[in-house]
């Protein structure tokens, strides 16, 4: 079951459906109808749903209660916020499903946590009989709860990277001379990236800080931002005053593939989720700070191996951007490593783990 559907998340459910088949197990998810946009599969699931908004919350819901009853498993997000999870924790022992949760195991965002949703996620939401956890740091963190291990399955979550992988191949150095001239960059000049959504918790005020002081020892460094959100218009501004900056917009398969291929690095120094599985794809490494906040995804990337995690200072960050466009054999190592992170940190991996999770908690009887 789940609150909306999310396009990156389509081929994890087709592949999914296919793996599950093969085992004579059905899957169907659930999406409010209005949120289910103009997708058509087998495997959807729409159903009534919507938002409510009371004391400056929005809390979700969606009608499941016809088709609970005819489930063996039902897996939902791991959520305070969506009242369906209430529903379904009360009524599971009526209509004899299984209930997994599928999540981070905590607030990675801390500063947007409260007590009270803290004691729901830890305290109501541990009695479920099953887990799929995001990463392995995050199944340490629902064994640590008291939740047993063996009732945990890590999904080592990942986007369609052999999609992903298959763009990067097909860029011709003849499209990266023309990117080159199309941005207006000297030969000498080096190129960033930054590439997710535009909003204050990526920090891009800090990106551009950083960068200003990259050239300030000369170096002629141009950025990129792929994306789009809130913070767009300040992008815009500055793009319009500073010819180094570049910003692009949304961007997918072979233009989000020829920019990230030409470029040095991707550079976040805010929050990263999903975004360090696109830098392993693209050969390109991640450079991020050490904060609070980041997804569980932070766990693949390994400092000095597949990319950069520096000290949350703009000095630390500029220097990092510098020494990854500075030192061959420091690229070399990184661009090695994201090749071999992109080898097993992959979509069908992770439907492999799911689909192995589903099946284990089919066989195992519900917890009292």
Same mark, same amino acid.
């Given at each position: 079951?789940?609150?909306?559907?999310?396009?990156?998340? @389509?081929?994890?459910?087709?592949?999914?459906?296919?793996?599950?088949?093969?085992?004579?197990?059905?899957?169907?998810?659930?999406?409010?109808?209005?949120?289910?946009?103009?997708?058509?599969?087998?495997?959807? @699931?729409p159903v009534?749903?919507?938002?409510?908004?009371?004391?400056?919350?929005?809390? $979700?819901? !969606?009608?499941?209660?016809?088709? &609970?009853?005819d489930a063996?498993?039902?897996?939902?997000?791991?959520?305070?916020?969506?009242?369906?999870?209430?529903?379904?924790?009360?009524?599971?022992?009526?209509?004899?499903?299984?209930?997994?949760?599928?999540?981070?195991?905590?607030?990675?965002?801390?500063?947007?946590?409260?007590?009270?949703?803290?004691?729901?996620?830890?305290?109501?939401?541990?009695?479920?009989?099953?887990?799929?956890?995001?990463?392995?740091?995050?199944?340490?963190?629902?064994?640590?709860?008291?939740?047993?291990?063996?009732?945990?399955?890590?999904?080592?979550? $990942?986007?369609?990277?052999?999609?992903?992988?298959?763009?990067?191949?097909?860029?011709?150095?003849?499209?990266?001379?023309?990117?080159?001239?199309?941005?207006?960059?000297?030969?000498?000049?080096? @190129?960033?990236?930054?590439?997710? $959504? @535009?909003?204050?918790?990526?920090?891009?005020?800090?990106?551009?800080?950083?960068?200003?002081?990259?050239?300030?020892?000369?170096?002629?460094?141009?950025?990129?931002? #792929?994306?789009?959100?809130?913070?767009?218009?300040? #992008?815009?501004?500055?793009?319009? &005053?500073?010819?180094?900056?570049?910003?692009?917009?949304?961007?997918?398969?072979?233009?989000?593939?020829?920019?990230?291929?030409?470029?040095?690095?991707?550079?976040?120094?805010?929050?990263?989720?999903?975004?360090?599985?696109?830098?392993?794809?693209?050969?390109?490494?991640?450079?991020?700070?050490? #904060?609070?906040?980041?997804?569980?995804?932070?766990?693949?990337?390994?400092?000095?191996?597949?990319?950069?995690?520096?000290?949350n200072e703009?000095?630390?960050?500029?220097?990092?951007?510098?020494?990854?466009?500075?030192?061959? !054999?420091?690229?070399?190592?990184?661009?090695?490593?994201?090749?071999?992170?992109?080898?097993?940190?992959?979509?069908?991996?992770?439907?492999?783990?799911?689909?192995?999770?589903?099946?284990?908690?089919?066989?195992?009887?519900?917890?009292?």
């Amino acid at each position: 079951m789940k609150s909306a559907l999310e396009q990156y998340r @389509l081929s994890f459910y087709g592949g999914l459906e296919e793996r599950l088949a093969r085992a004579r197990v059905q899957l169907r998810v659930a999406v409010p109808a209005e949120r289910c946009g103009d997708c058509k599969a087998s495997w959807l @699931l729409p159903v009534e749903g919507g938002d409510l908004h009371l004391l400056g919350k929005t809390l $979700s819901w !969606q009608g499941v209660r016809g088709h &609970a009853r005819d489930a063996e498993l039902i897996i939902t997000q791991q959520g305070a916020r969506e009242l369906t999870n209430y529903w379904l924790l009360w009524s599971r022992r009526n209509y004899g499903y299984r209930l997994a949760l599928w999540g981070h195991g905590t607030d990675f965002q801390r500063k947007i946590t409260t007590p009270l949703t803290q004691f729901i996620k830890h305290r109501m939401f541990g009695g479920v009989d099953f887990w799929f956890a995001y990463t392995p740091a995050v199944a340490r963190i629902v064994e640590s709860q008291g939740f047993p291990r063996d009732r945990i399955c890590t999904v080592f979550n $990942s986007v369609n990277t052999a999609a992903e992988i298959a763009f990067h191949h097909s860029v011709t150095e003849a499209a990266r001379v023309a990117l080159r001239s199309e941005l207006g960059m000297k030969p000498s000049a080096k @190129l960033i990236s930054y590439c997710g $959504s @535009l909003y204050k918790a990526k920090r891009l005020d800090f990106l551009i800080s950083a960068c200003k002081s990259v050239r300030a020892t000369g170096m002629d460094l141009h950025l990129a931002v #792929i994306g789009d959100g809130a913070e767009r218009t300040l #992008i815009e501004r500055l793009g319009g &005053a500073e010819q180094w900056i570049h910003f692009v917009g949304p961007a997918y398969g072979e233009r989000k593939a020829l920019i990230l291929s030409f470029s040095e690095c991707m550079t976040i120094p805010g929050v990263i989720g999903l975004a360090v599985v696109d830098a392993f794809a693209h050969e390109c490494p991640l450079v991020t700070t050490r #904060i609070p906040g980041h997804g569980p995804e932070i766990e693949y990337l390994v400092d000095g191996v597949n990319g950069i995690k520096c000290d949350n200072e703009i000095d630390q960050y500029a220097q990092s951007i510098v020494r990854v466009l500075t030192d061959p !054999q420091l690229q070399n190592k990184l661009r090695q490593g994201c090749r071999e992170a992109a080898a097993t940190i992959t979509m069908e991996n992770m439907i492999e783990h799911f689909a192995s999770g589903i099946l284990t908690a089919m066989q195992m009887p519900t917890r009292v």
